[in-house]
Structures are given as structure tokens and as C-alpha cells.
């Protein structure tokens, strides 16, 4: 979190919530989506809960390493292409799902696949909230969200300053 100056924890709960406020939002703009193709590994839990509310079963994966050290982001590497079958129409009827666009280096590669595909985020940065279609949330550029993979229970120390008591 080295460049983030605040933090946006988010539970399982809200996460939950956010991902089926996000599948409400789709199913009113298509009803008969081909594919869910998911950016890999945030975008397969929402995928997961967005792909059981609009009765999609074709789920595919594009596989791309950014964040190296969870904390910066580095050179993007795509670890495993969209299947070719998808990318006919230039990705016309399908839905890329992904946990968030930070900056939109990886957006702006997954939408280079699928250029006439739907992209939909549950949470946005500034940076890349240009290249989404959809999306839930938005976030300030500086905040950090953590996941609820990524989270422990932990204390959480006051957010103004002063004492606990």
C-alpha cells in the first residue's frame, strides 16, 4: 500500500451485497450473455456471484499478473489467454467481470481482446472508471481496498486521532 494513503476495507458481507447490486445492473442490460469471461483472481468471486444471478454457465478466464508485491503494481503479463471461440464478434455478447480497475492498464489489455464486450467492475478508480461500462463503486485513486481474501479479523485503530477509550 505503499502509494495509498487511505484504506477501504470491505467484508464478505459488502462484498456479497456489491456484486449482486452489480448483477441487477447487468441483467437489465442483456439477458442473453454467451460468456463471463473473469480477470483473474479478483474478478472469480463476483464472476462466481454474478454468473448464478443471471443464469450464465459459460465462465472463462484471462489470466494476468499485475500486482507482484500486492502493493505495486508492475509490467502486466497475460499467464493465459480467452479461449478464440470468444473473441468471434470481437467479444459481442460477453460480459469481462473483474473485482476492480485501478488504474486501467489491465482493462485497457482485456479490452483490446474484447473490444465489443461489456466490462463490468464492482469497484472503480478514477484512472480506469473511462474503460468500465458498469460498475458499482467508485474510490478515490489514493484509497486501498482490501478484499475479504485478503482480510484477517484484526483490530482496526480509530480513524481521527486521540485515544481508543
Known amino acids: 500500500m ?19 447490486a452489480l448483477a441487477w445492473r447487468l441483467a437489465g442490460q442483456r439477458d442473453d450473455w454467451k460468456a ?4 483473474t483472481r479478483g474478478g ?10 443471471l443464469g450464465t454457465r459459460l465462465i472463462e478466464t ?4 499485475s500486482y507482484h508485491d500486492y502493493d505495486r503494481q508492475g509490467e502486466l503479463q497475460v499467464l493465459k489467454d480467452i479461449a ?18 485501478d ?13 465489443k464486450a461489456h466490462f463490468a467492475t464492482v469497484y472503480a478508480k478514477p484512472k480506469g472508471r473511462p474503460l468500465v461500462d458498469t460498475f458499482i463503486t467508485e474510490v478515490s485513486q489514493d484509497t486501498w481496498i482490501y478484499f475479504p481474501w485478503d482480510l484477517g479479523l484484526t483490530f482496526q485503530a480509530p480513524i481521527g486521532k486521540g485515544s481508543i477509550g
Not at 463471463?36 to 480477470?39: A, D, R, S
Not at 472469480?44 to 444471478?53: D, N, T
Open 2 to 20: 505503499s502509494t495509498a494513503e487511505k484504506s477501504f476495507p470491505v467484508s464478505w458481507e459488502q462484498f456479497h451485497r456489491d456484486a449482486r
Open 36 to 39: 463471463i469471461v473473469c480477470i
Open 44 to 53: 472469480l468471486v463476483p464472476a462466481a456471484i454474478i454468473a448464478r444471478e
Open 62 to 65: 484471462v489470466c494476468i499478473a
Open 84 to 101: 478464440p471461440n470468444l473473441r468471434d464478434d470481437d467479444g459481442d455478447g460477453i460480459l469481462i467481470v473483474d473485482d476492480l480497475t
Open 103 to 115: 488504474t486501467g492498464k489491465t482493462a485497457a489489455l482485456v479490452r483490446a481482446m474484447l473490444p
